[in-house]
């Protein structure tokens, strides 16, 4: 299959002017219009020159110069977009009371602008947006949480609880050994104690430990015995996922051992952004992307309805000011809808004057931010609302996603249900399932269409099994299922029967259907062990046979 034709099957599973990254029609009209775009910075620099106390002129001058910084260098014009960068930093720093005198600034902006212009008139260079890297396709390997603190007991206590809940800790009572741990074994989270002393010892650590990580998320949680304020102002500025108080029992340590796992396990952060204005939302998608999120782009207002369902994202980022459905429309449109009313929602506007973000907060916003503002604070300040959007899905156990139960709730409805097969003598079956090759489907298709696939296999799988199965989003491609009741045998007949339906129905896109198989591994319950981790572990082992033999099947013993 080529790569042209693999593009457009994965535009037609979305709806129209629905975009992950931008076209080659976004290029050519960028392009069409690049030279006006250069022409109208270079006029509203001369007109704030010419009138240099006219604070209205600077700031459309600084206003144009920042629209050409922000989107020349993802459309292949960098040496316009760094110039532009200066005229628009030149133009902050003038105050009203210096702009007759600032001669020499003057002449930087002037210097700068004839390097834009002289730049613009070059070939633009192939444009490149950060490839979106696939989530990993299986997550049967335990999770894993490095855990920093001086006191020996607290840290046994932290191996003790994740054993128990299937989570490997990794511990070291100082940062340097921290850090030789990090660049030998990768984690999924990190746990750290402050230390005592004006250092911010922990602090560094949490800051080195992200960048060796690089772009992707690293759920980090500190653990204190101290009520100090600013210990947790600087934990904030670090970007933290929570800040505990010690002492701990082992209920609190659980609930903070599953956070951070959760957080992994459901995958990058998906966002949907609402924006008329294609070239603005492209820079604002490239630098979500490259903080490891995974963004669709929605340039038509009207098709809010169809863009949520198609890619079901934790967070909406919202354009204020759009034609025909404006973002305070959807806002209250979504306040009012069950399946929408807890979305996560922010919107980015242009204006930000006290109306105007009283009005977005009126509507039911979970915050405001200006497009002018610093890439690093839109960063955090999204990651923030996803990072608590998440935290409210886990307060119900829920999957954003999928609607399945999370891990840590399953786990938990697991045990009571083994409870209660061994009090009453029945059987209980547990299935551990996993698509095959989907990491393909999101090479091939498109993350989006990755997602879409996911909610239809979590449609089927409530419609194939009973009420009183339980079901979850395991991580990743990976589902696990409690039959109660049930032996592996009358499992393996349902899943025989789920597996042909998938195969020969699939899901369809506007012009494409993706058809999928599923590789299965069951344990029974008491045959295979009376415990969680036995049952967990036999249907592990089961589900790597069941890839070992081709895949597309169901093992139920050996």
């Not at 010892?201 to 690293?218: H, I």
């Not at 696939?453 to 009183?468: H, K």
Request: with cysteine; net charge negative; aromatic share 6%.
């Amino acid at each position: 299959m080529t790569r042209t034709a693999t593009k457009d099957m994965h535009s037609a599973m979305l709806p129209p002017s629905v975009q992950t990254e931008p076209t080659e029609a976004d290029r050519t009209e960028y392009l069409r219009t690049f030279q006006d775009r250069v022409a109208a910075m270079q006029s509203a620099v001369e007109a704030a020159w010419r009138t240099p106390m006219g604070a209205v002129n600077i700031a459309e001058a600084r206003n144009e110069a920042h629209k050409m910084r922000v989107t020349a260098g993802c459309y292949g014009f960098p040496e316009v977009g760094r110039a532009a960068g200066v005229i628009e930093e030149l133009l902050t720093q003038m105050s009203d009371d210096r702009r007759e005198s600032s001669a020499n600034g003057w002449s930087e902006i002037e210097a700068a602008l004839a390097e834009a212009t002289e730049a613009a008139t070059r070939p633009a260079d192939a444009p490149t947006v950060p490839p979106l890297s696939p989530p990993s396709t299986s997550y049967t390997e335990r999770s894993r949480v490095l855990v920093v603190d001086e006191d020996p007991e607290f840290l046994r206590s932290v191996a003790e609880t994740g054993a128990e809940r299937l989570i490997d800790v990794v511990t070291a009572t100082t940062p340097d050994e921290a850090l030789e741990k990090a660049q030998r074994i990768r984690f999924d989270a990190a746990l750290i104690d402050v230390l005592p002393g004006p250092d911010g010892l922990s602090f560094q650590l949490a800051r080195r430990l992200t960048k060796l990580r690089g772009p992707e998320l690293l759920p980090i949680a500190f653990v204190s015995d101290s009520r100090d304020i600013h210990q947790r102002i600087e934990a904030t500025r670090v970007g933290t996922s929570l800040y505990l108080t010690k002492p701990m029992d082992a209920s609190a340590i659980t609930a903070a051992l599953c956070h951070l796992t959760t957080i992994r396990k459901v995958g990058k952060p998906r966002v949907l952004i609402v924006d008329d204005d294609a070239d603005a939302a492209h820079v604002v998608a490239t630098l979500l992307r490259s903080a490891g999120m995974l963004v669709t782009i929605q340039v038509d207002s009207t098709l809010i309805l169809d863009a949520l369902e198609k890619s079901r994202p934790d967070l909406l980022l919202l354009d204020l000011s759009m034609p025909t459905v404006t973002g305070l429309d959807i806002c209250r449109v979504l306040r009012q809808a069950p399946s929408w009313k807890d979305l996560a929602i922010v919107f980015l506007s242009g204006r930000a004057d006290l109306r105007t973000r009283l009005q977005a907060f009126q509507a039911g916003a979970d915050d405001f931010m200006e497009k002018c503002g610093p890439p690093e604070e839109i960063v955090a300040r999204i990651r923030r609302a996803v990072d608590r959007a998440t935290s409210f899905n886990e307060a119900f156990g829920k999957d954003g996603l999928t609607g399945l139960w999370l891990r840590t709730r399953f786990m938990e409805e697991l045990s009571r249900r083994i409870r209660e097969a061994r009090r009453h003598e029945r059987p209980l079956t547990l299935v551990l399932l996993d698509l095959d090759h989907f990491k393909a489907v999101n090479d091939t298709y498109g993350h989006l269409a990755g997602d879409h696939l996911l909610i239809g296999v979590a449609a089927r799988l409530r419609r194939c099994f009973r009420s009183d199965d339980v079901l979850a989003r395991w991580g990743g491609d990976e589902f696990m299922l409690a039959l109660p009741g049930q032996t592996p045998e009358n499992a393996a007949s349902v899943l025989g029967r789920l597996r042909r339906e998938l195969q020969l129905k699939g899901f369809e896109g506007d012009s494409t259907s993706l058809h999928v198989t599923f590789s299965a591994g069951t344990a029974g319950f008491p045959a295979d062990g009376d415990s969680l981790d036995a049952l967990i572990k036999a249907a592990d082992r089961r589900l790597y046979t069941a890839k070992r033999a081709g895949r597309a099947c169901a093992v139920v013993s050996g």
